[in-house]
C-alpha cells in the first residue's frame, strides 16, 4: 500500500502559485477585451487621419463652395464597379485657365505634359480580398455621404467611416435606413446623414436587401449578407 505523500510546497508557495496563474489569466482576459476594442476603435479604422497627396485637393472649394457632380472627377461611380481617381486630363480641363500659374496646381501640369499619372494615395482603400461595387449601391439609394461623409466640408479628404466588416453588415443587414431617392445620391447638402427608417426608396425597383452576384446576373438573386457578395 502506497503511503501518503507530504505537502511538496509550502501553503506559501502554493499561494502564490495561484496568485501567478489568477493575474495571468486576468491579464489574458484584460488583452482579449483591449483587442476587440481596439479592432473597432476608430484609430484601426483610420476615421479621420489625413493622407498626404502629391496635391493639395480640396474638396470643399470644389464640391462645396463650386457644386461639382462627384461624377465629374469619379466618372465610374454611379455605374461602374470602382468610382475612379480622377486623371491628370480631367483636372486640366479647368485648369488650363482656373490657377493655372498657381504652384499647387504645377504637378498636374506637369503630369500633363509628361504623361505621367499623378500618384494619388487612396483614402478608402479596401483590402484585395474585399469586393465592393459602386454602382450596386449608388442605383439602390446609398447616397455618397453614407459612406464618404460630408467631403464637400473637408478641406482634407479623410477616411470618414470605419469601412470594417461589421459596419458594412450594418447596413447590409438592414439597408432602408441608409436609402434614399436615386435622384438624390449625389447631392450634398446639410440635412445630415441619409434619411432614417421610412425613407423613400429607390425608382429602380430593385428589392431591399438582395444584390445581384454579378452585372448578368438578375437582381436580387443573392442575399446582401451571403458571403460571396463581399469575397469572391
Known sequence: MARNMGQIFSRRADFLFRCLVWTLAGVFCLLLVAAYLWSGSGYQARIGVIIPQPVSMNHKIHVGDYGMDCRYCHTGAERGVFAGIPSTEICMQCH??????????????????????IAWTRVSDLPDYVYFDHGIHTTKGVACQTCHGRVDQMDVTYRAKAFTMGWCLRCHRDPAPWQGPVEDVFKMDARGDWPRRGAVLMSSGRPLGTVPDSQSEPLGTVSSTDCTVCHR
Not at 488650363?96 to 499619372?117: T, V
Request: aromatic content about 4%; hydrophobic content about 25%; proline content about 14%.
Open 96 to 117: 488650363n485657365e482656373i490657377l493655372k500659374d498657381d504652384p499647387r496646381i504645377a504637378p498636374i501640369a506637369q503630369s500633363y505634359e509628361s504623361g505621367d499619372p
